[in-house]
Each structure stands twice: as C-alpha cells, then as structure tokens.
C-alpha cells in the first residue's frame, strides 16, 4: 500500500489518463443544505470529499436523429447503452482502484435519480432510509465541473450541454475546485425552449428552481419533467417515426398533457417495450417494434426517441456558434438543414 495520500492532481491525471473527460471534487461542507436522502454522506458517513467525473456525449451521436434517419447510435453508445453502462464506470472504478491502493475508501456511484427512491423506513437509527441518491447534477456544480443550463442540463465549458457525471464519494481529504460562476455558461439565450417540444419554460414565464452553494446562487427553468418524458421515452407522436408504424391513427398532443414525470414514465414504457399479440402484420407482437429493438441497443435499459431536441441539440448549436463552448468543428453548425417535427398523428407537418 502506498503510505503517502494521493495528490488531487494525481488522482485526475489518473483519471484522465483512463477516458475521462472532466473531473473535479467538491468538499462534503458543500452539500450542506441537501436533504439527507441526497446527501453524499448518507451513503457514506466518513465522507470528505466528493469527486465528480464526466465523460463527452460525442455530438456525431445526435447526427441521425437531426437528421431523422438513424436512432441507434444515440442509445447504444451515448445514452444507456455503452456511455452509462462502460465508458463511464470502467474509469471510474479503476479511479476508485487507484485511491483505495492508498487506503482510502472509495464509493463508485452510479447516477440514478432521487425519484426512484422506494418508500421505506431507514434501516439503522440516525440513518436515512434506502436508496440515498444523489443529484449529480448538482454534485457536479459543488464540484466545480459546470453550472446547471437554464434546461436543467448540466453545462461545462470545454461540451456545453454535451457529457454524463458520475461520481466517487471518499473519506480522503482533497482541496474543492473553485465553483463556476453562475451563468457563465448558460447565457440564457432560449435556444433550448424554442427548439424544445413543449417541456422547457421561457424566462418570461418565471418559472425557475434555485439553490445556493457556498455565496453563489444557480438557477434554472422548472421543466415539466412530465412532458419532457413523454417526449423523450417515446411517447409523442410528433417526434418518433415508429409510433404511426405500430400504432397507425394515434392522436397524442403532449403540449396538452399534465402528467407527472412518473406518469409519463408509466405511460411510455409499457406502451414502448411491452408486447401484444402477434399478427402477420406485426410478427414481433411488440406494441411499437422501433422503439423495443432500441431498447435493445441500449443494453436492455432505457431509450431515447426525442433525442433531445433543444436542451442538447439546439443548446449546443448556439453555444458553438457563438464561440461559447471550447470544443470546436470543423465542418460548422451542427444544425445545417432546417429541422423535422411531425404532427400530433406521427404525419409529416406541412
Ligand atoms: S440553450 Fe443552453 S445556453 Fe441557451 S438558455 Fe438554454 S441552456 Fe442556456
Ligand atoms: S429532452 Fe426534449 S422534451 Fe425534454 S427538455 Fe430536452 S428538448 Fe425538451
């Protein structure tokens, strides 16, 4: 073992050297105001430090779904598919290797989302009850990594919108990153409410969330997460070529829809991935066969249909555009013929 702790340096050169793309650790005094189901140390009660990492979404990954002609590539390897289930946590566990060869524990943790947590009672005295989750995003601002977009997208300034987080929660003391001025990355522009199906606020509506991290205050839209998910996971006929296959006639406005994210969640899912009877006509017996076999591309996990319209694809069009993000190509705007939307039956709009 070494007997010496790692330096922060050391431990994000390590990291780095293993495909991560951004790295930094927030102190666990940062996450003094979270609820205790979300706090770093109800996982992990010796908890100093909270290292957060995040791996690059490629922005080839959207291309076809801009385009509306090819939906694999996104899942498979920039949503569920390999990027959360291999690009991501095989460096963050080998970075968790790395610190443990010091003596220091060091939690992996997934990001899921504080809205699976079951309804139960803590297990030991003084503890919260199971599962804590944390917010990653937020983990992500105490850390320094980013701000949280006006979309309630985490933003860094090397990708814009364009990366997934993970963390590692340790008890080794490591000097916190400075955190990132509030909206020195989101300019609130509304390019992602206007490219947006109907889920992202305007300003001018003044519905915002907000949270306060040592003196700095971030805010951002109050997204309808309802909606969101519905447009997302493949419940909005105006986004998915696969829904007016399956289902031909289906009417669906999700602009009208005032479901809870868990709803939508209820709602898309089984109409997504489950099955019905096999006719010659559809021989699979899945209700909509596109949206199951992308499933499949994803590990067997979750899907994306809507591609993220306009909290990543128009977000990242605008930030490149105006010189606002580092990563820079060659080729230009990422949004270079005018866009697709098809109506509320799944038909090309006029
Ligand atoms: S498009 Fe991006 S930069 Fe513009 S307001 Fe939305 S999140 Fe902020
Ligand atoms: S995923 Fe789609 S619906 Fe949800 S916020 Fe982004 S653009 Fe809007």
């Not at 889920?199 to 971030?218: F, L, S």
Request: with cysteine.
């Amino acid at each position: 073992m070494n007997k010496r702790p790692p330096t922060k340096q050391q431990i994000k050169d390590y990291a780095l050297s293993r495909g991560l793309d951004l790295f930094g650790v927030a102190n666990i005094e940062r996450f003094d105001g979270a609820p205790s189901r979300m706090h770093p140390a109800g996982i992990f009660p010796e908890a100093r430090s909270v290292i957060v990492v995040g791996r690059r979404i490629i922005r080839g990954g959207w291309r076809g779904i801009e385009e509306g002609t090819y939906w694999p590539a996104y899942t498979y390897f920039d949503y569920h598919g390999l990027l959360n289930t291999l690009f991501i946590p095989l460096p963050l566990y080998e970075t968790a290797c790395f610190i443990e060869d010091f003596g220091f524990e060091a939690v992996p943790y997934y990001p899921s989302v504080p809205e699976s947590q079951p309804p139960t009672e803590p297990l030991r005295d003084g503890a919260p009850p199971p599962d804590v989750q944390l917010a990653i995003r937020i983990a992500g601002v105490a850390a320094g990594v980013g701000e949280i977009g006006w979309s309630k997208v985490f933003m860094t300034k090397r990708f814009g919108p364009r990366q997934r987080l993970a963390a590692i929660i340790t008890d080794l003391e490591l000097e916190p990153d400075p955190l990132v001025e509030p909206n020195s990355i989101c300019k609130l522009c509304m390019a992602c409410a206007e490219g947006c199906p109907g889920a992202i606020p305007h300003i001018k509506e003044g519905k915002t969330v907000e949270i306060r991290i040592e003196e700095k205050t971030y805010r951002w839209g109050d997204v309808d997460m309802g909606k969101c998910t519905l447009c997302y996971h493949g419940g909005d006929p105006r986004l998915s070529p696969f829904i007016p296959v399956s289902l031909p006639g289906y009417h669906f406005d999700v602009t009208k829809q005032k479901l809870s994210e868990d709803a939508a969640y209820k709602f898309c899912w089984p109409m997504s991935l489950g099955k019905w009877r096999k006719t010659s006509e559809f021989p699979s017996g899945y209700i909509i066969e596109g949206h199951a076999y992308l499933s499949k591309w994803g590990d067997g996990g979750s899907y994306g249909i809507g591609g993220s319209r306009g909290c990543m694809r128009s977000c990242f069009n605008y930030l490149e555009k105006q010189g606002l993000i580092e990563q820079t190509f060659k080729g230009g705007e990422f949004i270079k013929r005018p866009r697709w939307m098809l109506d509320a039956e799944g038909k090309i709009a006029e």
